[in-house]
């Protein structure tokens, strides 16, 4: 970092550290990239359907097996639903491979979409209907009260009768003929309750799950049917327990320290007010706000024609969030202010230039370099932490709708949360943070590893397992993050961070495949440098500076 009233010049970039940066993109690409494409080249369609052609199978099923007689009233949704139980079950036991290996992911897919049926009138959904992602091929259905649902507790079995287990066998025979399953082949297990149906093929089996057919039934015929594996009831256990730490871990470990974060960054935004400028924080504030808001939008469910009800939820839920990306817009902005002031009268140093400064814009154009630089290093250093992780602690991963880019109305924004990130996310734990510890602890690297920790305990809540795999990749990360910050300054680390995060968001929109994400996803990848260099072309050298104090026209 610059000395407060020093020239602006950022440490030069020495080749060991540019050799590093080639290294890390190298490792990257060969351990993370290259398996994605491989095992995306098999020959197999891996591209995904539209949700419009999804709908329009959907609708075709309905109407020539399940007696649907279409009206224009009627609302057909889609949205990405996945069995993130049984993926992260084949996940834990290195069973992925063979699972595709033998297209048992073609005919029993773990990740699709499901096409939701709103008739006019009624307040819930009155029909599912689940397909392939890539070839649109229906692969189970429920209707009536079968049908996924918040309020499914309080509808269930209303309309249901229960039968003879030879009652339901012949009920469920033409939908096994239909999906080419011969009933003689299964064994009949008679269900959780008395009003199902299990058929389980033994001969079908991954790891320790076997493949099976469910049905349901309600007024005398099938309601629901679906075919497929289970993850084991211990392994479903250990989620439940990981997923019960990482809600304490995210708690107490990084939810209330953040917040005594914001208010210690308001209190010290107005004790160091004569070091720094309240002024100087709005712009960075409303653009994070902005951007909050679209993501917000972006992930929220779309709705259509009369259903007042979910357009209702979506008001409510819009605006909650709203609040929240005003409190974290706030967080962001104090953050600023005070670590800014902070560093100026305590350390002396200059952590953020002012864009009145001389040779800004040269400046920020160095830091993008550097930024770039670092990202590369930073996703080797992933790359290694997740092989060195999974030989320690065998972790692994699994899905999750909630956070897919498939369940956005426009999957190529994506790339605008890797902004978010970067500018809060460094303003509160490595601008003011690490200051803020250091009056605490009296020591830069202790200060530097609490605030690092709070950071990663953040994102305990990922399907990363077990859940503290995550905080410890991010430990070493997090300091990496906070070196590039003492030694280049906010600006540096600001866009090391957004370039590490646009890199890995452009390459998931890229692996999406159709034209508008893979573009929108090569876009990613050099937007943080052409926002630097607009910087740079608006503070250029031979912009006439600032006038100095008491140099007006005469």
Do not use: C
Not at 133 to 153: D, H, I, L, N, W
Not at 237 to 248: D, F, G, M, R
Not at 479 to 489: P, Q, T, V
């Amino acid at each position: 970092m610059n000395r407060v009233g020093q020239p602006l010049q950022l440490r030069p970039l020495s080749k060991k550290l540019i050799i590093a940066g080639l290294i890390g993109l190298v490792i990257f690409i060969l351990f993370q990239v290259l398996p994605s494409v491989l095992s995306t080249s098999d020959g197999e369609s891996t591209t995904v359907i539209s949700k419009a052609e999804a709908r329009k199978q959907a609708a075709a099923f309905a109407a020539a097996q399940l007696g649907y007689k279409e009206a224009a009233s009627d609302q057909w949704s889609v949205a990405y639903r996945t069995d993130s139980s049984f993926y992260g079950y084949m996940s834990r036991e290195k069973l992925l491979t063979d699972y595709s290996k033998n297209k048992l992911d073609q005919q029993y897919p773990f990740d699709v979409y499901q096409a939701s049926l709103r008739v006019a009138g009624e307040d819930h959904p009155s029909l599912a209907i689940d397909l392939n992602m890539y070839t649109g091929k229906v692969v189970a259905f429920a209707r009536g009260s079968e049908v996924p649902t918040t309020q499914q507790a309080s509808i269930s079995g209303n309309s249901r009768t229960q039968q003879t287990l030879e009652q339901k066998e012949n009920l469920a025979r033409p939908w096994l003929q239909l999906w080419g399953v011969n009933p003689a082949k299964l064994q009949v297990d008679p269900g959780r309750d008395s009003f199902g149906l299990v058929y389980t093929d033994s001969s079908v089996k991954v790891g320790e799950s076997r493949l099976q057919y469910f049905f349901n039934f309600a007024d005398s015929d099938v309601s629901s049917f679906r075919a497929g594996f289970t993850a084991p009831a211990w392994h479903t256990t250990y989620v439940t327990e990981q997923t019960s730490l990482a809600t304490k871990l995210t708690m107490f470990g990084y939810g209330i320290p953040t917040l005594a974060l914001g208010i210690l960054a308001f209190i010290y935004s107005i004790l160091r007010r004569g070091h720094t400028s309240f002024a100087r924080g709005v712009f960075l504030s409303s653009v994070h706000f902005v951007i909050m808001m679209v993501s917000t939008y972006n992930m929220l469910p779309e709705t259509s024609g009369d259903d007042a009800s979910a357009r209702l939820t979506s008001i409510i839920m819009f605006t909650l969030y709203a609040l929240y990306s005003l409190l974290m817009s706030s967080l962001l902005y104090f953050s600023l202010v005070g670590g800014d002031g902070l560093w100026r009268q305590e350390e002396g140093l200059n952590p953020w230039p002012r864009a009145t400064e001389p040779g800004y814009g040269q400046y920020v154009l160095s830091s993008i370099r550097a930024g770039y630089v670092w990202a590369f290093v930073l996703l080797g250093v992933q790359t290694v932490m997740f092989i060195i992780l999974s030989y320690t602690l065998d972790n692994w991963s699994t899905t999750d709708a909630d956070q897919s880019p498939y369940n956005m109305r426009y999957a190529w924004l994506l790339p605008i949360v890797a902004w978010l990130a970067g500018l809060s996310e460094e303003a509160v734990y490595r601008l003011f943070g690490i200051r803020m510890l250091k009056k605490l602890v009296r020591s830069t690297l202790i200060a530097s590893l609490i605030t690092t920790l709070i950071w990663a305990f953040g994102h305990t809540l990922y399907p990363i397992y077990p859940v503290i795999s995550r905080p410890i990749e991010l430990t070493v990360i997090g300091l990496l993050f906070s070196y590039i910050f003492l030694r280049y300054g906010f600006i540096t680390v600001m866009f090391s961070h957004v370039v590490f995060d646009s890199i890995l968001m452009g390459a998931t929109l890229i692996f999406m495949k159709d034209s508008i994400n893979v573009a929108s996803g090569i876009f990613a990848l050099v937007m943080p440098f052409l926002v630097g260099y607009v910087v740079y072309r608006f503070n250029s050298p031979a912009k006439p500076g600032p006038l100095e104090p008491g140099s007006g026209l005469r």
